[in-house]
């Protein structure tokens, strides 16, 4: 049997951030499993609050953001929204998940390793 893996479990960054993470969790709750594997639904997900980060504070540094009030019945864009989805597509960092890169609105070069069971 064969499985892939989309976190990279040996690299130092990825087991620190665990570590910091595991302080937050409700009792009872453990985000890691019995192995000390993050499951790859949160790893994901803090890569992608990770790459919204960085993209609203870059556009931040060119702008000075001005949140407006919205309406359920009219479907406006957000004047800075082409902007930020160019901040986040020029975001480059190393996440859970591996390398955090992306071209064109999607992620490149993604690394899955392949696993014998």
């Not at 902007?83 to 071209?103: A, D, P």
Request: net charge positive; aromatic share 8%.
């Amino acid at each position: 049997m064969t499985a892939y893996r989309i976190i990279d479990t040996d690299n130092c960054n990825v087991k620190k951030i665990l570590k910091e993470m595991e302080k937050f969790q409700p009792v009872g709750h453990k985000l890691v499993n019995k192995t000390n594997v993050i499951k790859t639904e949160p790893a994901l997900i803090y890569d992608s609050v990770y790459a919204l980060a960085w993209g609203l504070n870059a556009l931040q540094g060119g702008a000075t953001l001005r949140p407006a009030n919205v309406s359920c019945e009219e479907e406006l864009p957000w004047t800075d929204g082409s902007s930020l989805f160019n901040y986040i597509n020029s975001v480059e960092f190393r996440g859970l998940t591996g390398k955090i890169q992306f071209k064109e609105g999607r992620r490149s070069n993604l690394k899955l390793d392949l696993l014998k069971l």
